[in-house]
């Protein structure tokens, strides 16, 4: 019976142990990325303001630079910086904290940018990689049936 058993179960088995190994894989895998930027980019075709998400995210080590680019046609003000139209600035952050920058582009007409520490090896990362999950599937721009 306990071979028949075995028979039936294996895959029930073999899928758990590879959620198992990619939970462990997930709390220890090193955090590097193809890029330490961000891109933030302001479309020619915004009508009025643009919807942001509330937070911008970066995490010191991994992702620290907001890269700013202007693609409309009027110069845009981002906190102290004036970016000219067609142009890009690059945003380094190098300590971890909260800054919030007056940006009349945007709704409520200011971005907020939380800088966090890269979480270490176990739970922590685990959780810094689900969150980013999970904030990148909320601000996936939203599409027709068709698009």
């Known amino acids: 019976m306990s071979d028949s058993l075995l028979k039936r179960h294996w895959p029930l088995s073999m899928l758990a142990g590879l959620c198992g190994l990619a939970l462990v894989l997930?709390?220890?895998?090193?955090?590097?990325?193809?890029?330490?930027?961000?891109?933030?980019?302001?479309?020619?075709?915004?009508?009025?303001?643009?919807?942001?998400?509330?937070?911008?995210?970066?995490?010191?080590?991994?992702?620290d630079v907001l890269l700013l680019r202007n693609e409309g046609r009027v110069p845009l003000v981002f906190g102290p910086l004036k970016i000219a139209p067609g142009r890009e600035v690059r945003l380094p952050f190098g300590e971890a904290g909260d800054h919030t920058y007056a940006c009349p582009a945007v709704v409520g007409k200011a971005v907020r940018v939380r800088v966090i520490d890269a979480p270490g090896p176990g739970w922590g990362r685990l959780a810094w990689r689900l969150d980013n999950v999970r904030q990148w599937v909320r601000y996936l721009p939203p599409r027709a049936p068709g698009d």
């Open 26 to 63: 997930a709390m220890l895998a090193p955090l590097k990325g193809a890029s330490q930027e961000l891109l933030l980019a302001f479309p020619s075709t915004a009508q009025g303001q643009l919807a942001l998400p509330s937070e911008i995210r970066l995490t010191r080590g991994v992702q």
